[in-house]
C-alpha cells in the first residue's frame, strides 16, 4: 500500500508559480511511475505529467509542456510539480498517483494509488 500526500496549492494570479508536492509511504520510490493529474469541477480527470523513475523518464501533456516540469527526489520519496506562468484555465484540483505496472501512462484509471489533492486557483 502507498500513501500519497500533496501540497503546495493555492491562489495565485496568472503568469504566477507554484510548485506542488507529492510525498509518498513506499520505501522504494524508485519502482514506481508517479503521474499528476488535475479535475475541474464538472470535468473528467486530465492528465498532466508523469515521471517513471527506474529510466528517468518525464512526460507531459501537450498544454503545459514548457511550462510545467516534474522532477523527483528520490531520497525523500517525493515528487515535485513545478508550475510556472500559471493561467486561469490551469484551476482544477491536482492530484499526484502512484502506479508499478505499465499501460498508458496518461489513464488515471492505470494508477492503484491516489492522494487527496490540493487545489490551484488562478485568477485573472
Known amino acids: 500500500q502507498v500513501q500519497l500526500v500533496e501540497s503546495g496549492g493555492g491562489l495565485v494570479q496568472a503568469g504566477g508559480s507554484l510548485n506542488l508536492a507529492c510525498e509518498a509511504s513506499?520505501?522504494?520510490?524508485?519502482?514506481?511511475?508517479i503521474g499528476w493529474f488535475r479535475q475541474a469541477p464538472g470535468k473528467e480527470p486530465e492528465f498532466v505529467a508523469a515521471?517513471?523513475?527506474?529510466?528517468?523518464?518525464?512526460y507531459y501533456a501537450d498544454f503545459v509542456k514548457g511550462r510545467f516540469t516534474i522532477s523527483g527526489d528520490n531520497a525523500k520519496n517525493a515528487a515535485y510539480l513545478q508550475m510556472n506562468s500559471l493561467k486561469p484555465e490551469d484551476t482544477a484540483v491536482y492530484y499526484c498517483?502512484?502506479?508499478?505496472?505499465?499501460?498508458?501512462?496518461?489513464?488515471?484509471?492505470?494508477?492503484?494509488?491516489w492522494g487527496q489533492g490540493t487545489q490551484v486557483t488562478v485568477s485573472s
Open positions: 515521471i517513471t523513475w527506474s529510466i528517468g523518464n518525464t
Open positions: 513506499a520505501r522504494t520510490f524508485n519502482s514506481y511511475t
Open positions: 498517483a502512484a502506479r508499478v505496472v505499465g499501460g498508458d501512462y496518461r489513464n488515471s484509471n492505470t494508477y492503484p494509488y
